[in-house]
């Protein structure tokens, strides 16, 4: 089995070089008409295809890539982050392939592919050995529960992607009052998350391939007063600690930049054994994604929406519109019947009630409420256009806290995400 496993993992780096050449040929067939000889129009539906057929060829490797890995595991693998966040990624482009074939818009693959890119990207920031399954994960509900709301989530990554193009089309980045600005400086908010993301990730594998490695003790006391008890803990930092666990001791530590100890100690409310490396985790993403906003800001020397803003020539902001909201017409019932329906029913089964306000499960009810807010107003209010973009940006975001910093964070009945 380690063979096929072997094999598996192959597959996910072809994968994702393919979609990555996809991404680029994407960008040929949009910004590539400018310099063209020929009919624009013609360049942009030849290297379209291309692009998609590269996509398309890297979806089929990310299948057997899931394929000879459930096979090798002996389980569906979505049963921890790294399974989960690659599974959402090949969603990602399944929804991305329909909307496609519907609407033949090249330019949704120069939005859409980069979210699966990172996606897949992140997920390999997870440990990657199969892990035994844990008994609450060990029923038929795991497949028809994680492998819908996945479905769901991955069109309302492609809502999110039209509606970002759809402001960045529609919204006035030459405007000098103060309604123009606003949403200029929501754009570059958004544009600036993004980057803070790809830091993270460009981060972690910079200082995993040095072999990077800080180790604190810390002693934590539990328990209430008459059964106290002291626990000692190894921390492990993979990234130079800026900031130390609380109340803890150097056991060894790697310099950095002429850093031979932390900065300063996490805050006592950051007690918990990993909440000093999450938040310094935390800060390292904002210091790396400000310097890398700030390089591409002087390359381009403009807001990066006023770059991108050209690209968005001669595309109908309706049908951006309209891509949007159906991505999240078809996603939400898909993502209700995932997420809600049959997670319940799996969670009378292996806990013995529907309802527990477990945080992961609270963080999905928000995510039903917002895109059943969406659909209310679009339907009912009539909210089309910049207002519907911005909630479906707004709406991914909240998935994506649902996902990534619920896990990650917020200790729960679902904290089984194989972090490292």
């Not at 129009?41 to 290297?47: I, T």
């Not at 492998?147 to 990554?157: I, K, P, V, W």
């Not at 200029?184 to 391939?209: D, K, L, N």
Request: charged content about 15%; hydrophobic content about 55%; proline content about 4%.
């Amino acid at each position: 089995m380690s063979d096929l496993l072997s094999f598996s993992s192959n597959m996910f780096v072809v994968a994702f070089f393919l979609y990555c050449a996809a991404f680029i040929l994407f960008a040929v067939a949009l910004m590539g008409r400018r310099w063209s000889n020929r009919d624009p129009v013609a360049h942009s539906k030849k290297w379209g295809k291309i692009a998609f057929i590269g996509s398309s060829l890297g979806l089929i490797f990310q299948l057997v890539f899931f394929v000879t890995r459930w096979i090798g595991g002996g389980h569906i693998p979505v049963s921890n982050m790294y399974e989960f966040m690659s599974f959402l990624s090949m969603m990602v482009m399944v929804a991305f392939t329909v909307v496609f074939l519907i609407y033949k818009k090249t330019l949704l693959g120069l939005f859409a592919v980069p979210i699966t890119i990172i996606i897949m990207a992140y997920a390999a920031v997870f440990p990657q050995e199969v892990q035994p399954l844990i008994p609450s994960l060990q029923s038929y509900w795991l497949k028809i529960h994680v492998t819908l709301a996945a479905a769901g989530e991955s069109f309302f990554a492609i809502s999110f992607a039209a509606g970002f193009m759809y402001l960045i089309r529609t919204v006035d980045f030459k405007g000098k009052d103060k309604k123009a600005k606003r949403k200029q400086r929501w754009v570059e908010v958004i544009f600036f998350s993004i980057i803070v993301v790809i830091s993270f990730i460009a981060t972690v594998f910079i200082f995993r391939a040095a072999g990077y490695e800080s180790v604190f003790t810390q002693t934590k006391v539990a328990g209430q007063e008459g059964a106290q008890n002291t626990v000692t803990a190894k921390v492990s930092y993979k990234l130079p600690p800026i900031v130390a666990p609380y109340q803890s001791k150097i056991e060894s530590f790697e310099p950095f930049l002429g850093m031979k100890k932390p900065l300063f100690e996490a805050p006592s409310w950051m007690n918990g054994v990993n909440a000093g490396r999450k938040f310094n985790t935390i800060i390292w993403s904002l210091l790396t994604g400000a310097i890398l906003y700030g390089i591409l800001r002087l390359i381009v020397r403009k807001p990066l929406g006023t770059a991108a803003s050209p690209l968005m020539e001669g595309i109908d902001p309706d049908d951006l519109d309209e891509i949007s909201y159906r991505a999240i017409a078809i996603g939400f019932p898909i993502f209700t019947l995932g997420a809600l329906i049959f997670a319940m029913i799996w969670a009378e089964v292996a806990w013995g009630t529907f309802w527990s306000w477990d945080p992961k499960e609270v963080w999905a009810l928000i995510c039903w409420l917002f895109y059943s807010a969406y659909l209310h107003l679009r339907l009912s209010r009539g909210w089309q256009g910049g207002k519907s973009a911005w909630l479906s940006v707004i709406g991914f975001l909240v998935v994506m806290f649902t996902l990534v910093g619920v896990n990650l964070v917020i200790a729960g009945l679902h904290s089984y995400a194989g972090v490292d």
